[in-house]
C-alpha cells in the first residue's frame, strides 16, 4: 500500500508544539509534588482525599499528551499507509475513560460514608514544638494544588486551539475549573472545623460530580471522532468551515463545472476525498495534480487529499446531521 506523505508541522506551529510539550512536562512535575503535598496532610478527610485523587487522575492527559504526540509524528508506513495520527485519538479515549470511572468510584465512596454516618475529624500536628489545627496545612496544600493549576491552564487554552489539539484542550480546560474542585475541598476541610462533619463528605461528592461531568465530555467528543464525523473545531463552538472552503476553492477553478468534498480528522491533521464533475476534460492528469497542491496549500492541517473525476455528484444528504 501506498503510505501518504510523512507529517510535520509548519515552523510557525512547531514552536507551539515544543511550547505545548513544556507545559505538559512541567505540568507532570507540578501535579506529583501537590498530590504530595494533599497525600502529606489529608488526614482522615474524605474531600481531602478525592482532592488528592483527582490530582492523580488528571496527570493522565498530560502523560498521554507527552506520549501520543510524538506517536503521532512517526512517519507512515505499508502497515500504517495512513500514518499513526490516531494515537491522539486513543490517547483521549484513554484519558476519559479513566477520568469516568475515577468520577464513578469517588460518588459511590462519597455516597457510601455519607449515608454510613461515618465521622470524619481534623486533630492537632506538630510544627516546631507547636500544635497547630491540622486542618490550616491542608487549606495550604489546597491553595498549592489550585492557584497554578488554573494558570498553566490558562496557558495551554491559548495553545491548544492553534494546534488543534483535543487532548491538550481537554487538559487545559480541566485544570482551568480546577479552582472549583479545590474551592469544594476547601469547604470541607472548613466544615470539619466548625463541627458540620457531613460537609466533608459532600464536598468530596461535589469533586467526584465534577470528574465524571469531565470525563463524560470528553468520552462523547472522542466516541464522535473514532466515528470520523465530521471536522469539529478543538474549541467544541461548532463544526469547522474546512469542508466548505475547500469546496469553494476547488469549484472556483476554470474547468471544474461543480464539487463535493468528504473530510475526516486523524489526530492533528484532515484526510478526505474531493468528487469532482469537469466543465474541460483536457489535459485532465495536470489540472488534477495541480488542484491537490493547490488544495493542500490552503491549510496546514490539509495534509492528504484525493480528487476523483466523476461524470455527476450523487443526491447525498440527510435531512439532518447525526441521521444515517
Not at 54 to 82: Q, T
Request: proline content about 5%; charged content about 25%.
Amino acid at each position: 500500500m501506498r503510505p501518504i506523505e510523512t507529517f510535520e508541522f509548519p515552523e510557525d506551529k512547531q514552536a507551539l508544539f515544543k511550547r505545548a510539550r513544556r507545559l505538559e512536562v512541567i505540568t507532570v512535575l507540578y501535579i506529583a509534588s501537590a498530590a504530595a503535598a494533599l497525600y502529606i496532610t489529608m488526614g482522615s478527610s474524605q474531600a481531602m482525599r478525592a482532592s488528592f485523587l483527582e490530582d492523580v487522575i488528571s496527570v493522565i492527559p498530560a502523560i498521554v499528551f507527552l506520549i501520543c504526540s510524538r506517536i503521532a509524528l512517526w512517519p507512515p508506513n505499508r502497515k500504517f499507509p495512513y500514518g499513526y495520527h490516531g494515537a491522539v485519538s486513543i490517547g483521549y479515549l484513554i484519558s476519559s475513560i479513566a477520568l469516568v470511572a475515577m468520577g464513578l468510584f469517588l460518588i459511590f465512596e462519597s455516597a457510601s460514608k455519607f449515608i454510613s454516618g461515618e465521622r470524619t475529624t481534623i486533630g492537632g500536628m506538630h510544627i516546631f514544638g507547636e500544635t497547630i489545627w491540622a486542618g490550616w496545612p491542608m487549606l495550604a496544600a489546597i491553595a498549592y494544588t489550585g492557584i497554578p493549576s488554573v494558570i498553566l491552564g490558562h496557558m495551554k487554552l491559548k495553545l491548544a486551539p492553534k494546534l488543534h489539539d483535543k487532548i491538550l484542550y481537554a487538559d487545559a480546560k480541566m485544570m482551568k475549573a480546577d479552582w472549583m474542585a479545590e474551592s469544594a475541598t476547601a469547604i470541607g476541610v472548613l466544615g470539619v472545623g466548625f463541627g458540620y462533619w457531613w460537609v466533608d463528605p459532600l464536598a468530596a461528592g461535589i469533586i467526584a460530580l465534577d470528574i465524571l461531568k469531565d470525563g463524560v465530555s470528553n468520552l462523547g467528543v472522542v466516541t464522535a471522532d473514532l466515528m470520523q464525523r465530521r471536522p469539529e473545531k478543538t474549541d467544541r463552538s461548532g463544526y469547522e468551515t474546512l469542508p466548505e472552503d475547500l469546496r469553494r476553492r476547488i469549484e472556483a477553478l476554470d474547468w471544474v463545472k461543480e464539487a463535493e468534498v468528504r473530510l475526516r480528522e486523524s489526530g492533528h491533521i484532515v484526510l478526505g476525498e474531493v468528487y469532482v464533475v469537469p466543465s474541460k476534460t483536457d489535459n485532465l492528469p495536470e489540472r488534477v495534480a495541480r488542484a491537490i497542491d493547490d488544495a493542500k496549500e490552503m491549510n496546514w492541517r490539509l495534509h492528504d487529499v484525493t480528487i476523483s473525476v466523476v461524470p455527476r455528484l450523487r443526491d447525498a444528504s440527510p435531512a439532518t446531521d447525526g441521521q444515517g
